[in-house]
């Protein structure tokens, strides 16, 4: 029987800040998935699917509302890292409130989803506030030395433009879609760049799988929407599997060698978290005036 999340809270007390010195038992990783987005239905099971495959995962989040849920689901199970961050759609909503933002920001563990977005939203003064905000949170990860979880579609010029600006400790570029002179240019930032569940589906995909540099390659599902954008199909945590056998094959080496180098990667990228925020500090950003 699956256990509920309350009997979960009940059973054991979460850290996130101490990853690599807690001895958890990591076998795959999951470098950006939506935990939040599964229905009160799915989720123990989901959480149990986590925890029997031993998936490190790195649990994000889309504006204050998410990642309060996202914060009661990872308090359940040691392999969620919780990640508060404002997705490029959500942008105008919570431009005039950037000090707000920002505290939210500061109390995070990790920074996540952010990001601008020029491919699927076109509108000129969404780009202006997903600028203030994306600017805004890379300020607190600066500050903060926190790893950030970043969109870039359609906008790879343009983040890149701001992430090399500003000494940044940890940069994942979630499901990046650009060309490879970008990819190239943020490479040499020393910047990470996640293979998802498109490497299933897309030549361009396996194209950048094959051309990231082993030390910077973590894997991904965007869970549950990503596997759903391809196939209608919601996406479940042992998708990561699927994506590692994948990308294994695209890159010439076995799955295990795969798993070991994604897996020293992720910790370099996770080595020192803070405590997360407190939930009534969500509370008062939900007031807050968009």
Known sequence: MHRT????KLARVVNPSNILASGLDILHVDAHSHIDKYTAVEI????????????LTLAVSVDPTSYQRTLEITKGCPYLVPSFGVQTWDAPRFVKDLDALAALTRNSPTIGEIGLDHRFITDPGSHLA???????????????HKLVNIHSAGAELAVLEMVRTRNLESVILHWYLGPLEPLGALLDCGHYFTIGVAVLYDEHIRAIARYIPDDRLPTETDNPGGERFHTGRTGRPDLITRIETSVARLRATDTEELRCLVKRNALRLVKALPEPLQTNDVHRMKASPS
Do not use: P
Not at 44 to 55: C, K, P, T, Y
């Open 130 to 144: 997903q600028a203030a905000v994306f600017a805004t949170m890379l300020d607190c990860a600066e500050a903060d």
């Open 44 to 55: 123990a099971s989901v959480l149990d699917e986590i925890e029997h495959h031993r998936i």
């Open 5 to 8: 999340i309350r009997q979960r």
